[in-house]
């Protein structure tokens, strides 16, 4: 996705990337990271359980969140939603191109 972000951004898209994960575990996880998207930090999860991508473990620790695309417009409207059913599933972003398209 990162090699795609000038044509996001070309589209009027803004990108970022949500981890629900604490401060810490991500301080962690982006040392040595080469990302050209804003992190943000979901520590208490909420994000990811109002966007339904939540997925429990049984142990608070374990818990984590699907990995997720959404576009939302300008108007706040999920517009399309990719919900990965492993850490590895993630939409083609030729997919997410194609979708910003039909919002523009």
């Known amino acids: 996705m990162q090699d795609h972000l000038a044509i996001f951004q070309e589209m009027g898209a ?15 996880f982006m040392t ?18 109002l966007y339904g991508v ?3 473990f049984g142990l608070d620790a374990l818990n984590t ?12 409207t999920v517009r399309f939603m990719y ?3 492993g850490q590895a599933d993630r939409p083609d972003p030729e997919t997410i191109v194609a979708e910003l398209r039909k919002l523009n």
């Open 83 to 85: 919900v990965g059913e």
């Open 65 to 76: 969140a699907r990995p997720s695309t959404f576009l939302i417009d300008r108007d706040g």
């Open 32 to 49: 040595g990271q080469r990302l050209a998207l804003p992190i943000l930090i979901d520590a208490d999860r909420a994000i990811t359980k």
């Open 54 to 56: 939540y997925h429990p």
């Open 14 to 28: 803004s990108a970022f990337g949500i981890l629900a994960q604490r401060p810490e575990k991500v301080q962690t």
